[in-house]
């Protein structure tokens, strides 16, 4: 009796399946690098970005003249808010010029507007001698220290220079 002769088969997917398998990665691939490029060009600072320098203007005995010639009074030591686009690109931050006494002739101190809670941007107010936060009632002291209200930590300070009296806003301290 005649043996029947075994024959194995191979599984081969069809080269169609393969194709659309590999074009499938590659367009997944592809698209995920681009992706992974935008996030990165996002996330890191261009150079000289994030410590763009800007006049904040000239100091006076009362106040300080912007660059556009708006006038900005010390109100118990505090002027501003002054707005300082960081980045070049219309970033608006809004700042505050600090003097910590009444004998400090020029600036001691810039801070940031933003609330350090949710982000609101806070008031100077005079009377009470701080900063406050209209949304959740954060208070801060004359030097950005948070003294009250849900607020995890002081207002942001920012770099600056004086020379003479002209003041240079250089980014703000991490
Ligand atoms: S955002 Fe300022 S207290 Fe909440």
Redesign the pocket.
Known sequence: MASTPHTSQTHTPPSRYNFMILSMTTLIGIVSIGYLGMIVAYLVPRKGEGARAQSLGTVGADGITGPDGTSYSFQNGVAGPFIYDATGRGDAQGIYAVRKSAASKGVDLILGQT?T????P?GWTPASNSFN?P????IYNKEGQNIG???PAPLYKYNFTSKGDQVTVQGRQS
């Open positions: 609330c809670h949710l982000g609101c806070v936060c949304c959740h009632g954060s209200g849900p607020a």
